[in-house]
């Protein structure tokens, strides 16, 4: 891969990596009301996600996902089912009574492993990705050089501009967390979010793989 192709790669990435989405809006969420250094896990989790999709697309299982409407399907139903499934435990969720919360209080009783392992079902849940993967890689591999080192700068790239981008958004989200401590507030938040969680699960179900 030349220089002049990295940089396009580049371009491509930082648009997609910028661009709000399901994993923005988990970790968003989880920093507002939680801290932006448990929301470090959340970025984790979802660029340990993007290793896996990249993994499986450049070893041909995504070439298949493409081109199977059934295992499209499968994966893309279980999919919006997890994302429609995390919007509904937002809806739901018992309210903190806040006037009782400190801030110390605020970021408390969540699992970081919790948080890090939704993240990463948050990042595999689309198969799309796979097929953007699938359709992007190739463009930018020299099918003469050894593969490794090249997709090594690709995932590196995305992963890294991905995290990135990510915790910029957790720090935005965390500076909300005072205004959030309001009872009112904080229940517009959560049925908000999780009501944007649904609305990508349905969006994910109702979408092809074209």
């Known amino acids: 891969m030349t220089p002049q192709h990295w940089i396009i790669y580049l371009s491509l990435v930082l648009v997609a990596t910028a661009t709000p989405g399901p ?44 081109t199977s409407e059934i295992i499209f399907a499968c994966i893309k139903y279980a999919g919006a089912a997890y994302l429609i499934y995390l919007g509904c435990r937002m809806l739901f969720q018992k309210q903190p009574n806040f006037s009782e919360l400190t801030d110390q209080i605020l970021v408390r009783d969540i699992a970081t492993s919790k948080i890090f392992l939704q993240a990463l079902g948050v990042a595999l849940s ?12 190739p463009q930018f591999i ?25 915790m910029l958004y957790a720090l935005l989200a965390h500076t909300a967390k005072t205004w959030l401590q309001n009872p009112h507030r904080i229940k517009v938040f959560n049925r908000t979010s999780g009501s944007i969680f649904i609305g990508f699960g349905l969006l994910l179900a109702a979408s092809s793989n074209k």
């Not at 689309?126 to 890689?137: C, D, E, S």
């Not at 020299?142 to 990510?166: E, G």
């Open 23 to 66: 994993a923005v809006l988990y970790i968003t969420t989880h920093s507002t009301l939680h801290g932006w250094r448990k929301a470090i896990f959340a970025a984790l989790g979802n660029i340990l996600g993007l290793f896996c999709l990249g993994v499986i697309a450049v070893t041909g299982l995504g070439a298949i996902l493409n």
């Open 142 to 166: 020299n099918a003469d050089q050894a593969l490794v080192p090249q997709f090594t700068v690709l995932i590196a790239t995305l992963m890294l501009f991905s995290f990135s981008f990510l």
């Open 126 to 137: 689309n198969p799309k990705a796979i097929v953007f993967l699938t359709a992007l890689f």
